[in-house]
């Protein structure tokens, strides 16, 4: 394939279609294979789509806030027949998002309280799939709901964007595998889809997928193939992305974290909302600032792929509220950034001014992921979408999707393990939908806002 790389063109036309269908649980899964011509007029199969039928039960805990109603409405826009249940705590919550979302009037209400066993475990009963979206998950010392997925024979899938809880979560992968349930945890969108935007080029620079992009053995992997030196996320997003008061929690209580990166092989910790970097998102974004932050693709992508050298920021605008979160991490104690009451109540207090400018300045979001090879070369990969609020549930619903085809093996994974998912192009090309740009395995100047060319094919 020219260039060894994959993108996801929408001129494409397809030449051939055929279909087949399994069956999975008490649905169907029809799976839609497109055939493709590149610009090179060379044929390959594109991602194949699982098309669910039937009525797979999906339970989203936390269902009536912002990520969890975003997840349930992209969910039964893909899956009409799905039957969805928004399970939170009363029926007031549940009344508020169908008001926000019209489109959830086909989801049922289940009440749940997850920090009590008995409610959660009859939540959880004869599901297909739980989809947990109730953060904020800094600071919980248990992973009751993945516990009771497991004991109760249920799929899980989480979006949690905590090192901490993502590890206690991996902790459980032996317990999981041995009573044959799949689960996948930080399945959001940053991190989960970046994770998975980052294997993709990884494998590509590897060459560890076949002809079909199916996974080949590891040891059959040429030897003196490019390894990854060192990765790089890159995260902004407009404003607070009017994803909620949730969203502000979890950035409050990052501020008292310690981050955690790797530079050659060895852990490096620094203070949060630290080492500024400027960051080109390329035409319409431009250049952002984006922060240090302990987030948990640093941790797993430093075990899985084998990096020396990993690290995530991120940043919003207007470019303000970014001094404002350094501030913050070094002048409010940090026994008050991390006590989850006292981080709630700043961020109720904080919410109608963060919605106010949040109309000025959009919800669009960005993810630049940046993989340098042994060889020399840098791997790139862009994602922008004009709404963080409903791109985040396409992309949780993508790997909700990818789960009920019975895509994830038994066991806890983080989306960039083979286990997670087998065909990773299938749930980028989901994840990507609505997207103004997403572009992988691309050098940096393509990528970039204004690449200046010098002549000969050469672009600065």
């Given amino acids: 394939m020219a260039g060894a790389h994959l993108q996801y063109l929408k001129s494409i036309n397809p030449v051939d279609t055929f279909h087949s269908t399994i069956r999975h649980r008490e649905f169907n899964i029809t799976r839609s294979t497109v055939i493709v011509r590149n610009a090179a007029d060379a044929t390959f199969a594109a991602p194949t789509i699982p098309q669910i039928t039937g009525a797979p039960k999906v339970v989203v805990l936390g269902g009536t806030g912002r990520v969890g109603a975003s997840t349930a409405a992209a969910l039964l826009n893909a899956v009409p027949s799905a039957q ?20 959830l009037r086909p989801a049922s209400r289940r009440s749940v ?17 739980v989809i947990h979206t109730a953060g904020p998950f800094q600071r919980r010392q248990d992973c009751n709901v ?30 999981a595998q041995a009573a044959g349930v799949p689960a996948i945890s930080t399945g959001g969108i940053y991190p989960g889809v970046s994770n998975v935007m980052a294997a993709h080029m990884i494998s590509m620079a590897r060459k560890e997928y076949d002809e079909n992009f199916k996974y080949i053995d590891q040891s059959s992997t040429p030897a003196d193939a490019p390894q990854p030196s060192r990765v790089l996320y890159s995260y902004f997003t407009a404003g607070s992305g009017g994803a909620g008061p949730t969203i502000l929690n979890t950035t409050f209580l990052l501020a008292g974290e310690e981050v955690v990166a790797y530079k050659d092989g060895k852990a490096v910790t620094l203070p949060p909302i630290s080492n500024r970097r400027l960051v ?3 035409p319409g974004l431009g250049r952002k600032a984006v922060w240090l932050y302990s987030l948990p693709e640093v941790a797993s992508g430093h075990h899985v792929f084998g990096v020396p050298s990993i ?3 991120f940043g919003t605008s207007p470019d303000i509220w970014n001094w404002a979160m350094w501030a913050m991490a070094r002048l409010v104690p940090k026994s008050v950034l991390q006590d989850p009451k006292a981080v709630g109540g700043l961020a109720k207090l904080t919410d109608p001014l963060v919605r106010a400018v949040d109309a000025l300045v959009g919800e669009k979001v960005a993810m630049l992921i940046e993989v340098e090879l042994s060889d020399g070369k840098v791997a790139a990969g862009l994602f922008v979408h004009k709404k963080l609020s409903d791109s ?24 960039e ?3 997670a998912l087998d065909d990773r192009r299938a749930l980028l090309s989901m994840a990507s939908e609505g997207c103004s740009r997403f572009m992988l395995n691309k050098p940096p100047w393509a990528i970039e806002s204004e690449p200046v060319q010098l002549g000969l094919g050469f672009y600065w």
Wanted: aromatic share 8%; hydrophobic share 40%.
């Fill in 84 to 103: 969805v249940f928004l399970a939170s705590r009363n029926q007031e919550s549940y009344d508020a998002a169908i008001t926000r979302r019209p489109e």
């Fill in 113 to 129: 309280n997850i920090n009590d066993t008995s409610s959660l475990l009859s939540a959880v009963k004869g599901a297909d799939l």
């Fill in 146 to 175: 993945l516990e009771a997925c497991i004991a109760s024979g249920v799929p899980y899938l989480d979006v949690c964007d905590d090192t901490a809880y993502s590890q206690r979560a991996k902790s459980l992968h032996s317990k």
């Fill in 280 to 282: 080109d998102f390329g």
């Fill in 311 to 313: 690290s995530a920021r």
């Fill in 392 to 415: 985040v549930g396409i992309s949780t619903a993508a790997f909700a999707r990818s789960m009920l085809a019975g895509a994830t093996q038994p066991g806890v994974w983080f989306p």
């Fill in 417 to 419: 393990e083979r286990g």
